[in-house]
């Protein structure tokens, strides 16, 4: 069996990034090869379990209690499919010094005990409690894994710390505390954890990216009128899953009239001569997430949106020209519009739309960048982070609006862009 993942064998070393800043960030290959060092992923593993452990020995917490797929995966390494994502089928347990703990949805456990050698075989469960509801509590299930997660944090001596949960359901969190734990906000312990990337998830990052710069060529392409705004996003999910993508999230495709304000969807309308045209392309690639806009013309394009497009583009240069380590969010939020200068009553109503956000297993890590938060509420950007920027501006003729979106990665000295669709200019599609 490896010993991967088997905290006792952890090291100092294994905390170490591994970052190697060169000329550019490499989009390697997606094939495990012998001729060149790709993604290492025994290292990725007990990187983000060491990053686990560290979290929680600063936190006041003993133990994890994690219910979030991305949680788990970071953890434990271990997924089944996106159909689980909205489940709440299956839960992971850290505490004191041992290895994870995994309760899988049935057969998953056997098959995780098998081909997961990172993991104790003992330590890979078949257990299910709520499902969203459709088990009842009434049916004793949350208060059996309640007494047998008790039991567990007891024999590791950690019965008198707070548990830290994630996010679980509404009755498991009643037979946790029936159970005599002390339950605490997990989740921004996991958080702190994710907020750096070693070199295997910078890689993994950037590979996804790479992804979506292809789809972004065959989009301009295909941009014309007679093709839909669905239509798009049927093409887009087809290509990246042929590209390997483990899960397309979700595409916006938004033209024309739609434009403004931002409907953050997809609709079966007709692309027009001379619409404005923006997309959000959503997938991850060994879990490792995009979040990546790119705004279009169709055929030809008015003074009106292009001014929109330089707008848009003036305020991402600027926050990308701002990001380095040492920098706080707060700078970088200031130096964009404020809600009521492009046609929103409220930071809270323009939420999103000049925006940051982290990037990894989850679409939303730290940091988040935002007037409605960053201003009183700043946190520091370091090395390492991956993040996305994303500016929004609403077309003088009313209905139009320019969206732009980079992916960055914080390196020693600045910030490297990831997402290279050229994005300089306003690209015209299939130009009359």
């Known amino acids: ?69 991305n949680n788990i995966r970071y953890v434990s390494a271990t997924k089944i499919g996106e159909w689980e994502r909205d489940k709440m089928c299956r839960f992971c347990l850290l505490t004191g010094d041992d290895s994870p703990y995994v309760w899988d949805f049935g057969s998953a456990a056997v098959h995780h005990q098998r081909y997961s050698d990172w993991l104790e075989p ?15 509590p009434d049916f004793g299930l949350m208060k059996k894994y309640a007494k047998m997660i008790a039991q567990l944090i007891k024999d590791a001596g950690m019965a008198d710390m707070p548990v830290g949960v994630d996010y679980a359901e509404t009755a498991m969190f009643h037979a946790l505390q029936e159970e005599g734990l002390h339950v605490i906000d997990g989740q921004q312990i996991m958080l702190a954890a994710r907020e750096i990337k070693n070199w295997d998830e910078i890689q993994l990052l950037t590979q996804a990216a790479s992804m979506v710069d292809g789809v972004y060529h065959m989009i301009y392409e295909e941009l014309k009128p007679g093709v839909r705004e669905n239509d798009i996003v049927a093409l887009s999910n087809k290509m990246l899953y042929e590209m390997g993508s483990d899960d397309v999230e979700a ?12 409907p953050h969807n997809f609709t079966d309308r007709y692309f027009r001569p001379g619409d404005q045209a923006f997309f959000d392309i959503l997938q991850s690639y060994q879990g490792y997430r995009t979040c990546y806009y790119r705004t279009f013309n169709i055929g030809r394009a008015t003074p009106a949106q292009n ?58 890590e730290r940091p988040i960048i935002s007037r409605a938060i960053s201003l009183d509420h700043p946190m520091e950007i370091q090395t390492g982070m991956v993040f996305a920027l994303e500016t929004y501006c609403p077309a003088a003729d009313g209905y139009s609006a320019a969206r732009i979106e980079e992916e960055v990665v914080v390196t020693e000295k600045g910030c490297e862009v990831i997402s290279l669709f050229p994005a300089e200019d306003l690209p015209i599609a299939n130009r009359y």
Not at 12 to 29: C, F, K, M, V, Y
Not at 315 to 321: E, F, T
């Open 1 to 69: 069996m490896s010993r991967a993942l088997m905290p006792n064998m952890l090291t100092p070393q294994d905390l170490e990034p591994n970052w190697e800043w060169r000329d550019r960030l490499p989009a390697s290959g997606h094939m495990s090869v012998d001729f060149e060092r790709r993604i290492d992923h025994d290292r990725l593993r007990r990187y983000r379990l060491a990053r686990t452990r560290q979290s929680l020995q600063n936190s006041p917490a003993g133990s994890l209690l994690l219910f979030d797929v």
């Open 122 to 136: 003992d330590h890979c469960l078949a257990g299910v409690v709520g499902m969203r509801g459709t088990i009842p």
């Open 251 to 262: 595409i916006n495709a938004i033209s024309g009239e739609r434009c403004n304000p931002h």
């Open 307 to 364: 001014d929109a497009y330089v707008k848009a583009r003036e305020w991402i240069d600027a926050s990308i020209q701002a990001i380095k380590p040492g920098v706080t969010t707060d700078q970088v939020a200031k130096l964009w519009p404020k809600a009521e200068e492009f046609g929103f009553p409220s930071e809270d109503a323009a939420f999103g739309l000049q925006f940051g956000h982290g990037l990894g297993l989850a679409l939303h």
